[in-house]
Nanobody
Framework: QVQLVESGGGLVQAGDSLRLSCAAS????????MGWFRQAPGQERECVAA????????FYANSVKGRFTISRDNAKNAVYLQMNSLKPEDTAVYYC?????????????????WGQGTQVTVSS
């Protein structure tokens, strides 16, 4: 089992930045792809960014390209999401997820482990 704990969410104003962190523990050996998902009220959970184990391959949703950056530090078993130029429509609960894959999964159904989520609220 892999346990994931997100942190770094909060209430910010439009245009501000936030950095989300996700700490992994448990059976973290092996190659895990990591993803950041978000879910707003009444909407489906969507992948905003994902990264493979080496960090060489990434995915970004069109809505966050150029504003969000995903990165990871395998020595610390951590993955990060730097969010710049935040917009009110970025308001959601953000989840970290892990999948034992060499690819960069973007479907939530491909991920095996999930964190509890952290709330990000962007006011206009």
């Amino acid at each position: 089992q892999v346990q994931l704990v997100e942190s770094g969410g909060g209430l910010v104003q439009a245009g501000d930045s936030l950095r989300l962190s996700c700490a992994a523990s448990g059976r973290t050996s092996g190659n895990y792809a990591m993803g950041w998902f978000r879910q707003a009220p009444g909407q489906e959970r969507e992948c905003v960014a994902a990264i493979n184990y080496s960090g060489a391959r990434t995915f970004y949703a069109n809505s966050v390209k150029g504003r969000f950056t995903i990165s990871r530090d395998n020595a610390k078993n951590a993955v990060y999401l730097q969010m710049n130029s935040l917009k009110p429509e970025d308001t959601a609960v953000y989840y970290c997820a892990a999948d034992r894959s060499v690819a960069v999964p973007v479907s939530l159904y491909e991920y095996d482990y999930w964190g509890q989520g952290t709330q990000v609220t962007v006011s206009s």
